[in-house]
């Protein structure tokens, strides 16, 4: 394990951790942090439009483009490792067995910090799919119950991806902020559980080349405060 710590980024599909949370992957691999990567399904049925149009295309086909394409943005990015379920997309399927298996991957990680999706997303019912099962986990993971052979998992703090239509997601951030989204409508800074926290991944890239930059990170800061703990 990294001296640095872990980090955990669960992805719908295999390419929204690039877009979504590429800036803060980059960055905390930078400071030394080891960066897992898990993509529950390749999106290729319903985020591989442009695979689809080549002639004689075929599932299995999209499947192995799309981890290439995910494996070498993962390499440029520093993650430490990426993994791939194949649970399929649209809609991907989620079981006791996929869940039990995320609980195995927090309690071996023990992540400073965890990232996902947005918990609304209209036009994509797998990314909030993918939220309440990575919450779902988390929650199994400090159960005592649980293989109580095991340690059990603390409270790492869970931050969500930025949808591509935040002002349609019931979703703002104080950093990114949407200007359109009526302020009744702002995800909280902090959940009941005080351990979800919205912040656009992407505030936590350097503004400029040359990481890392001084100023700290929401996550920097809300994984300082778990590690006190
Ligand atoms: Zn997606």
Redesign the pocket.
């Known amino acids: 394990m990294s001296a640095a710590g872990t980090a955990l980024v669960v992805s719908?599909?295999s390419?929204?951790f690039v877009w979504r949370a590429g800036g803060a992957i980059a960055l905390h691999a930078a400071r030394g942090m080891a960066v897992t990567v898990i993509c529950l399904s390749y999106?290729e049925r319903g985020?591989s439009a442009k695979l689809w149009r080549l002639p004689g295309m075929t599932l299995d086909r999209v499947k192995t483009d799309r981890r290439k394409e995910a494996e070498a943005a993962a390499q440029v990015l520093g993650a430490a490792d990426i993994q791939f379920w194949d649970l399929g997309d649209y809609p991907l399927t989620l079981n006791q067995d996929s869940l039990f298996r995320l609980v195995d991957v927090y309690r071996a990680l023990r992540p400073a910090f965890v990232l996902t999706h947005s918990h609304q997303d209209i036009y994509?019912h797998?990314?909030p799919a993918t939220t309440e099962f990575t919450q779902h986990a988390r929650i199994v993971a400090q159960a005592h119950g649980h293989n109580p052979s095991e340690k059990v998992l603390g409270a790492p703090p869970v931050f969500l991806f930025e949808p591509h239509q935040p002002e349609q997601c019931s979703w703002t951030s104080p950093r990114s902020g949407t200007r359109n989204a009526p302020r009744s409508n702002a995800w909280p800074a902090r959940s009941i559980s005080g351990n979800i926290t919205s912040a656009s991944p992407c505030s936590a890239a350097p503004r400029r080349r040359g990481i890392p930059t001084r100023r700290r990170s929401p996550m920097a800061r809300a994984t300082r405060r778990y590690s006190r703990t």
Do not use: K, L, M, Q
Request: aromatic letters at 0%; zero cysteines; a negative charge.
């Open positions: 719908a599909h390419a929204d999106g985020e994509n797998d990314h």
